[in-house]
């Protein structure tokens, strides 16, 4: 969908109103037009048809129209009602005999009326005046309508493309996106008047909400099918030894004197399947959305040393090395005791599992005097971690392919780490090899609660 760009215009309210004012102001315009014309026709027609030449007064010989005498007739204009009225009426008959009069005026002195009239012609243009200002008039009123309409219909038309058109947006946009796959619905670009320009931001919010959604569940999706291989993978070694190893002491295809020996390995195999169980449980309680964390105030310096001082022994008589650098100071911390132990607990064992005997392993905790926030580093000078891992190392069932193939872990220790690491508030970083000296070094940062 292309993206569709409008000029700011405002508020939805101010703009119909501006075009509602609009259409008062052509109004006036269009009545001052009409009264200016019919102000000025007027005056032309005034001068046209009122002039000089028109008599104040005229008499007239009429035939009846039976052909049985004659009317003589004389009239006076009345500038007040812009009309002609009859003064005085004479009716004869064919020998000249008054048959009817209304006014003590000889026949002699209509006569001599008439004579003059005859000698200067009656303009009767003044009884079209009033049908002429009649038709200006009315072409005034035609016109008015007409303006009026056309004002009206281009206020429609400019309403309707402000208002319609982004709804039209909305519309197609709404059916693409129940036709075609999200990703490919573009976001609504509109700048016009803002109730509408916020609808717009609205349904972009909603499409980006969309999609982030899709992309979650996607990934969602991908990491239980995941979550599923894994499992299934790291559960079939250990369950595929013991059920051969026990299938043959069952059948007797084993000398008795190998019995203790796969017996053992039974034994070893149970419980790393019993380990792996406890992890998954492990990884599956911190993802829960019940999952809380129960955090009380303590001393993480003498937390540490007492973890690590239990931890140097196993450590020792597993020929790998401890080294441990702890501020002297009290750092007061509110975190989970039991949650916070398994850091420690998975990246130690992480760096024993991986690692060969005699690798060196170094923890240190110290408050930055930036931002005053916790660091603390786990880092051994082991083999290191290859690029590829580096990638995404602290994901759910991420193991080198020969740990995989061993046995040795679950790919789910690190997950676990992040997870309490981020549940304190917190982020976990794997630095570049050497980064401090050591070949592999894992990186704490606890906000000071």
């Not at 493309?161 to 609504?188: F, G, T």
């Not at 039974?266 to 169980?277: G, N, W």
């Not at 999952?291 to 993480?300: I, N, V």
Request: include cysteine; proline fraction near 3%.
């Amino acid at each position: 969908m292309g993206d569709q760009k409008m000029k700011r215009k405002g508020s939805l309210y101010f703009l119909i109103m501006r075009g509602y004012l609009g259409l008062i102001g052509m109004t006036i315009a269009i009545l001052l037009i009409c009264g200016g014309i019919y102000y000025y026709g007027s005056i032309k027609i005034a001068d046209k048809y009122l002039n000089s030449t028109v008599p104040q007064s005229y008499t007239e010989t009429i035939p009846i129209s039976n052909g049985n005498g004659t009317m003589m007739v004389r009239s006076e204009l009345d500038l007040n009602n812009e009309v002609y009225y009859v003064t005085d009426l004479k009716i004869l008959d064919n020998s000249g005999k008054v048959l009817y009069q209304n006014s003590d005026r000889s026949v002699a002195e209509l006569q001599t009326e008439i004579d003059k009239t005859n000698e200067q012609p009656i303009s009767r243009q003044y009884w079209n005046y009033n049908n002429a200002m009649h038709q200006l008039t009315i072409a005034l009123i035609v016109g008015f309508l007409a303006g009026e309409l056309l004002s009206l219909l281009g206020f429609v038309f400019r309403m309707n493309q402000k208002v319609s058109k982004p709804l039209r947006l909305l519309d197609d946009a709404m059916e693409q996106m129940q036709s075609e796959d999200l990703d490919k619905v573009s976001p609504i670009r509109y700048q016009g008047a803002q109730e509408l320009q916020s609808i717009c931001q609205s349904y972009n919010r909603m499409l980006n909400a969309l999609k982030t959604s899709m992309l979650e569940r996607k990934q969602l999706e991908e990491g239980r099918q995941r979550l599923i291989a894994g499992i299934s993978h790291d559960l079939k070694t250990p369950i595929t030894v013991i059920q051969g190893y026990s299938r043959a002491i069952v059948d007797g295809t084993i000398p008795e004197e190998r019995w203790k020996r796969y017996a053992d390995t039974i034994y070893r195999k149970s419980v790393l399947l019993t380990d792996l169980i406890n992890t998954f449980h492990e990884y599956s309680r911190l993802e829960h959305p019940d999952f809380s964390f129960h955090k009380e105030w303590g001393d993480l310096v003498e937390y540490l040393r007492e973890y690590l001082a239990e931890k140097y022994e196993e450590l020792s008589l597993s020929h790998y090395g401890l080294e441990v650098n702890l501020p002297e100071e009290r750092i007061d911390y509110y975190f989970d005791k039991v949650e916070f132990r398994r850091i420690f607990e998975n990246l130690i064992n992480n760096t024993v599992r991986y690692n060969p005997e005699g690798t060196n392993i170094y923890v240190s905790l110290m408050v930055s005097h930036v931002n005053h926030w916790i660091v603390m580093d786990v880092a051994d000078d082991g083999i290191g971690i290859s690029e590829e891992l580096r990638q995404n190392i602290f994901d759910a069932f991420v193991t080198g392919d020969a740990s995989r193939q061993s046995g040795k872990g679950s790919g789910l220790g690190l997950a676990i780490v992040r997870r309490v690491v981020e549940g304190h508030g917190g982020t976990i970083t794997l630095l570049p090899k050497g980064a401090v000296g050591h070949s592999t070094t894992y990186r704490i940062i606890l906000p000071r609660s």
